[in-house]
């Protein structure tokens, strides 16, 4: 640890979200935060375009009844992009749901990032590949894991940063303020980064929290607490940038909240018609992550059409392979189901496989001899 | 204001028998005793303007406004736990939770204090609340949203624990669930959400006591939840190759009927029950048992059991495994001893 001292003032967030591009894609300078260079925010833009054809793709998907379901970060790209961007090769991302472009971003390929939202298994890839978390259903639980995995790594003597990702409404839950206070007192170098995208499901950010913001409470716990214009790609790689500089440095952890906003229904199977104005959803359009980045870029003359004819291209490859990765139909092993609740199997699970082995071959037994019967 | 709770009547409203869906037969049930009895309030996530994930709770703010029925901020255990001091100080509070893997966070307030604090108090404080949770699968959803956990808290003293599988026990016996001067877990098969039939809203359930699903004479099983109409579907094909199969909805997981259940397989002496949850260490285990115990001179085979696989739930592509079938139930009765058994074991 730094000896800087940490007084309530070094540690409150600014009273406005940090921004770097405005929405019309002027830049608006910073003391603190510097721009990003122009080929960084250009692989940015790549990634945002890729992340927003990837997003599209599997609601469509779901839409063709191919995923069981979809939690969609249309329109928190920006988050989604930096929060892999960010991230050195030997760090971690401790991901949810909604974070799939994200995992993607850590090189997770497409098709084995919705192997969870395709049914066929609860995770589709190996975490230590990527190293990415398995992503967490149940909420603000991974905050904590991400805490004991820096501890570990900082125990280790390895200098891993680990990057880990809630939405708001998690942050009402009781592991979030442990998750934090814990990264507080041991100095751990974790990076908390919540994406206040205005509503859990139906319930909207006002019901979550009485704070002046998200990023106030860090304070509470003796952490340094930052806000950041969720749709401004660039701020959100400075402001999550220094926060990974600063943990890798041994200056602990730090609160990050983004100020984003779900475009779209919580997942398919929600009808946001019940809960939120079409007004409030359109007025965010303008603030599209993907028009701003792309303004700027153009402004600056580091974006021609050739260049995004060819980000646009290769986005689209990527949404065929996925679809086509989805529309193959899967060769599922039933026997999945006994091999990996723990490292052996038990006698107890061997039995119960026999028994469904043994009722998976009389119904095909008696397939064969009728065709719409059952197995008896 | 002081609320009075022993004048509660169920019939207050106009009695009326209608078709409808559990769903809707459990947002009457709420609506009815929010209308009946000021001490009543329901929260939890999302259910106010969305009427929650299922609809249970559909209207109601709308209908009794916020103070009846309101969204908390997203924390399980702050819901379990605010509604223990809520009951504390004369409210009846009725809490959501999302999917029964999510009640989890609030574990340690219904096992500490929810089923406990009677006990602690020698009855000077009762807590009469209760924590609804969509349970099971059979619905294709992902991890976490599946789960079975009524082991937990059947298993856990103090926690009355109740599974209806019809409408018409969804509203009586949340009626009662809510008039109930203990703790109620309140297990809904999410799965049955959305299966019509009658119901009568002048009929009142006494919780703790079983139902007869389908009257039969050669053997019984024992089903709750969702596996109550699977194991109606095991009956029926039996009886078409002329085997007379009673079904019993045990439908209170806790306290158990035991006088009716003891009854019922001593009379056709053969008994399978059937349950969704991992076998080992299950309430299907435990009511295995009390027959065994109960029944044992009666029996002419072992009481056999029909249960999820010892296995975290299954993804939705593989569901169709793990969870039991008719023909699972069907291959559990064949086992039974049957004296025309050519190779009797
Ligand atoms: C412990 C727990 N409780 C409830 C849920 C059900 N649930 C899933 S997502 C969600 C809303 C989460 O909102 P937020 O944290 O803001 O993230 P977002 O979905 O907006 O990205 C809820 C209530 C859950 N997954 N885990």
């Known amino acids: 640890m730094s000896d800087r001292v940490l007084t309530p003032e070094t540690l409150l967030p600014r009273d406005e979200p940090v921004r770097l591009i405005a929405p019309d894609g002027t830049a608006e300078a910073d003391q603190h935060y510097p721009m990003p260079d122009l080929a960084h925010l250009r692989d940015a833009y790549r990634a945002l375009v890729e992340g927003r054809r990837i997003n599209d793709q599997a609601s469509a998907l779901v839409r063709q009844g191919r995923l069981a379901v979809y939690p969609s970060s249309h329109g928190q790209e920006a988050c989604q992009v930096a929060a892999s961007l960010v991230l050195g090769e030997r760090d971690w991302l401790f991901p949810t749901y909604r974070d799939s472009v994200a995992v993607i971003g850590r090189g997770v390929n497409p098709a084995d990032a919705m192997v969870l939202l395709a049914g066929d298994w609860h995770s589709g890839y190996d975490p230590t590949e990527h190293r990415v978390a398995p992503q967490a259903t149940p909420l603000a639980t991974q ?4 805490v004991g995995f820096a501890q570990a790594a900082k125990y280790r003597g390895e200098d891993t940063v680990v990057l880990a990702l809630c939405g708001d409404g998690a942050t009402s839950e009781g592991d979030f303020h442990e998750a934090l206070n814990f990264a507080a007192v041991f100095a751990i170098p974790v990076v908390f980064f919540v994406q206040n995208n205005e509503f859990a499901i139906s319930v909207p950010l006002s019901r979550q929290s009485a704070a002046p913001s998200l990023a106030h409470k860090a304070v509470g716990y003796g952490i340094p607490g930052q806000r950041v214009d969720g749709n401004d790609v660039a701020a959100v790689l400075s402001v999550l940038g220094d926060a990974v500089d600063r943990a890798r440095a041994g200056e ?30 359109q007025a965010w359009i303008e603030r599209d992550p993907l028009t701003r980045i792309r303004a700027y870029l153009t402004a600056h003359d580091a974006l021609d059409t050739a260049t995004e004819d060819r980000i646009a291209a290769d986005a689209e490859r990527i949404a065929a392979d996925l679809r086509a990765a989805l529309n193959a139909d899967t060769d599922l092993d039933p026997e999945d189901l006994f091999r990996f609740v723990t490292t052996d199997r038990t006698p107890q699970l061997d039995e119960q496989w026999q028994m469904l082995r043994d009722e998976i071959a009389r119904g095909a037994a008696s397939d064969a001899v009728s065709p719409t019967g059952g197995s008896r | 204001m002081t609320i009075a709770h022993d004048d509660i009547r169920l019939d207050a409203g106009a009695p009326t028998t ?11 049930a709420l609506a009815d005793a929010i209308r009946d009895d000021p001490a009543v309030v329901v929260f939890g996530e999302d259910v106010g303007a969305l009427g929650g994930v299922f609809r249970i709770t559909d209207g109601l703010t709308e209908r009794f406004g916020e103070e009846r029925c309101f969204d908390t901020p997203l924390a399980e255990s702050g819901i379990v736990g605010t509604a223990v001091g809520m009951a504390m100080n004369g409210m009846r509070p009725v809490v959501e939770m999302q999917f029964d893997a999510f009640a989890l966070p609030a574990f340690e307030q219904v096992v500490s204090h929810v089923a406990k604090l009677g006990n602690r108090t020698r009855g000077a404080v009762r807590l009469p609340m209760v924590i609804r949770m969509p349970s099971g699968g059979g619905i294709g959803g992902v991890e976490h949203h599946c789960d079975s956990s009524e082991a937990y808290y059947a298993h856990t003293p103090g926690l009355t624990v109740v599974a209806p599988s019809t409408p018409q026990d969804a509203y009586s016996m949340l009626r009662a669930a809510i008039a109930s001067p203990d703790p109620v877990i309140f297990i809904e098969p999410k799965k049955l959400y959305w299966t019509k039939g009658e119901v009568d809203t002048s009929q009142v359930a006494h919780l703790g006591t079983a139902r007869i699903a389908r009257e039969g004479t050669d053997v019984t ?6 596996m109550v109409p699977v194991a109606l579907e095991a009956a029926e094909i039996a ?9 019993i909805d045990v439908r209170s997981l806790s306290p158990f009927d035991d006088q009716l259940v003891t009854a019922a397989v001593r009379a056709t002496g053969r008994a399978v029950v059937v349950a969704e949850a ?25 009481v056999r059991r029909v249960t999820g696989f010892d296995t975290p739930f299954a993804p939705p592509k593989l569901e169709h495994f793990y969870l039991p079938d008719a023909d699972r139930i069907l291959d559990a009765i064949d086992s039974l001893h049957w004296d025309d058994d050519e190779e009797t074991r």
């Open chain 2, 239 to 247: 009886a078409s190759e002329g085997r007379s199969v009673q079904v």
């Open chain 2, 18 to 28: 209608q078709t409808m869906t559990m769903a809707a037969a459990l947002n009457l």
């Open chain 1, 143 to 146: 905050l904590l894991h991400a």
């Open chain 2, 278 to 302: 991992p076998g080992y260490v299950s309430v299907a285990g435990e009511i295995q048992a009390r027959v065994f115990e109960r029944c044992f001179e009666y029996l002419e085979a072992p």
């Open chain 1, 252 to 281: 602990g952890p730090s609160l990050i909240e983004a100020h984003t906003y779900r475009m779209q229904a919580h997942t398919n199977a929600d009808d946001d018609t019940r809960y939120r104005e079409r007004a409030e959803v």
């Open chain 2, 221 to 226: 099983v024992l089903a709750y939840a969702a």
